[in-house]
């Protein structure tokens, strides 16, 4: 049973972040509520009012806008997933949100909340992060740009003020002929590991590499060193390269023993993974299941 | 304002047909439709469905005759204990309101998320497969 609640629906971005200045700490943000309510029902977290912010036309929307694509924050995973635009131009990414939870989970949360939520075991922000995807936080005292990689803090930690909320997440699409993968395992509906890969291939050759890694360490990262050292290597060669970077992994991502697996299995399993999403970009592209 | 649409359906409605299980959107045992699509009622706030339609296992059967998704688990003994089949049949019409000739490897896909601890799939997987064939026919 929740506490009584009590629920605003503001229907501008000012409006939102004047409740939020209002109430202080006793009011959160609430979007689906697929994590804030289950926190909340299991006492977790204590609130009194709700800021309702699907009213806020802003959030709603799948935008081109010439050079990239804008996902308001409030659109759900199912509409991610489904969307022709994100198909088109991030599909890694419909893939990873096509995988997140369950239909149920999908209908309900959104881009947004699983991002402030910045819950280690997540997906759709490793497959952002190769689209260098900016997120837009807004305020009444106005708006500012952060690459998702600063907006990440650590787990559940991010760089959102107590006034602000984010407003949508800016994706490039990836450069002409550059192909995309996700790939993940996961138990309990929630991924234990999920590993974003792009390349740019000629001649069997990758030109240029984009990797990124989620679920093991405390946030999603990209893997700069790792991309440089797999640069102008065959993919036999990257391969080796990235299930030999156990060392690297261990000290960016300073993996725990959890429910999900050992942090040993978990670091040979990100360099496994990361070898079988470069194999996929090279040959197919657009993410795949591990199984 | 802080009622759940599980709370709303099954404590002041007394519509018990949807289960309450795992409470965290893992199980299905609560899985309703609204506006046709499957949500958690466990973990939903009951004002959202709010000039909404929402749809349980109450509402599937026309007076005495059952929806063929009921009659397809009845026949295929798509349940052993049942606890799990309200949340399973809800699911499957979600799914076949939207794409209503799924392969297996969709139902398989879109009910990964309702739990069934008898492991009665195949047969609800069949079941879901023959309720399909039985709209499209009623509809040619």
């Known amino acids: 049973m929740l506490n009584e609640l009590k629920l605003v629906q503001p229907t501008t971005l000012y409006e939102a972040s004047k409740a939020l200045t209002d109430y202080g700490e006793s009011a959160k943000i609430y979007a689906g509520g697929a994590e804030l ?54 599909p ?40 260098d995807a900016t997120v837009t936080l807004g305020s009444h005292r106005g708006e500012r740009q952060l690459a998702l990689g600063e907006f990440y803090i650590d787990m559940y930690a991010t760089a959102l003020e107590p006034d602000e909320l984010l407003v949508e997440v800016k ?21 234990t590991l999920g590993v974003a890969a792009a390349t740019m291939v000629k001649n069997d050759t990758i030109e240029e590499a984009r990797l990124a890694v989620g679920c093991v360490g405390p946030k999603a990262q990209r893997l700069p060193e790792l991309e440089e050292k797999i640069s102008g290597t065959k993919l036999n060669d990257a391969r080796r390269i990235v299930v030999d970077a156990k060392n690297y992994f261990r000290d960016l991502l300073r993996p725990v023993d959890d429910l999900l697996g050992s942090a040993s ?15 996929q970009t090279i040959r197919a592209g657009n993410g795949k299941q591990a199984s | 304002m802080e009622e759940t649409l599980l709370e709303l359906l099954r404590v002041r409605l007394r519509l018990t047909g949807t289960k309450r299980s795992c409470e965290s959107e893992v199980c299905g045992a609560c899985t309703v439709l609204v506006d046709n699509r499957p949500f958690s009622s466990c973990n939903y706030l009951a004002f ?20 063929p998704l009921q009659e397809a688990f009845v026949r295929n003994i798509g349940a052993q204990c049942g606890y ?21 490897e969709e139902i398989a896909e879109w009910l990964s998320g309702n739990i069934c601890r008898c492991g009665a799939y195949g047969a609800i997987a069949k079941s879901i497969l023959e309720a399909a064939q039985e709209y499209q026919q009623r509809k040619s």
């Not at chain 1, 990873?96 to 075991?121: I, M, W």
């Not at chain 1, 994706?171 to 991924?191: F, I």
């Not at chain 1, 040979?268 to 194999?279: C, N, P, Q, R, S």
């Not at chain 2, 959202?48 to 929806?67: C, F, H, P, R, Y």
């Open chain 2, 48 to 67: 959202e469905a709010q000039g909404k339609s929402v749809l349980t296992i109450e509402g599937l059967a026309n007076g005495e005759q059952l929806d």
């Open chain 1, 37 to 90: 309510l289950l926190l909340m029902r299991q006492g977790l977290m204590q609130t009194e009012v709700l800021v309702d912010v699907k009213k806020i036309e802003r959030l709603q929307r799948v935008t081109w806008n010439g050079n990239g694509v804008r996902a308001g924050a409030g659109v759900t995973h199912r509409e991610l997933a489904t969307a022709p635009l994100i198909r088109e131009q991030a």
């Open chain 2, 84 to 104: 799990c089949t309200p949340g399973q049949i809800m699911a499957a019409k979600g799914l076949l309101s939207e794409n209503p000739v799924p392969t297996r």
């Open chain 1, 265 to 279: 299995y978990k670091l040979y399993m990100t360099g496994v993974l990361l070898g079988d999403a470069l194999e």
């Open chain 1, 92 to 131: 890694a990414l419909a893939f990873a949100e096509s995988q997140v939870a369950n239909v149920r989970v999908r209908n309900q949360g959104t881009l947004g909340g699983n991002l402030c939520f910045n819950d280690p075991h997540s997906d759709p922000g490793t497959v952002l992060l190769i689209h």
């Open chain 1, 171 to 191: 994706l490039s699409p990836l450069p002409a002929g550059m192909k995309s993968a996700y790939v993940r395992l996961h138990r309990y509906q929630r991924p």
